[in-house]
């Protein structure tokens, strides 16, 4: 069932609009895929000269929340999981992640955008098993 008192299709559009625009600009004006794994992981394995725009894009990721705080009052956040979950959910998706060859913002928005085969078997596979997932968390294992 769709939750309605939280349904956000013009808020949602907006955003689906600024990241799309985000990513054109950076692959159109600095010739970079704007997959977030593959930024960090540049940062963590430096090259020279690569440095300067992955620190500006991370520093974007990191301020954009606290500028949306002087228009807006953040959502009250609600997780529904354990500490042990949440560590298990997060070392499956970097694993899943380094085993893929890129994240959803890499596959699901740059590579589909570019109608990359590779990109599109992969963001299959990641929707099919969060699917999959969500499915058994709510409906097997209550």
Do not use: K, Q
């Amino acid at each position: 069932m769709i939750d309605w008192t939280h349904f956000t299709p013009w808020s949602s559009l907006a955003g689906g609009i600024v990241i799309g625009t985000a990513v054109a600009m950076l692959a159109l004006l600095n010739g970079r895929i704007a997959g977030v794994a593959g930024i960090i992981g540049g940062v963590l394995r430096p090259a020279a000269g690569d440095m300067a725009w992955r620190l500006a894009f991370i520093f974007g990721l990191l301020v954009a929340p606290a500028a949306y705080r002087l228009f807006a009052a953040p959502a009250a956040p609600t997780i529904e999981a354990s500490y042990p979950v949440l560590l298990l959910a997060g070392l499956l998706v970097g694993a899943g992640t380094r085993y893929g060859s890129g994240c959803t913002s890499g596959h699901g928005v740059c590579g589909l955008s570019r109608l990359s085969p590779r990109s599109l078997a992969a963001t299959i596979t990641f929707m099919l098993a969060g699917f999959v997932t969500v499915y058994a968390v709510r409906h097997l294992l209550v």
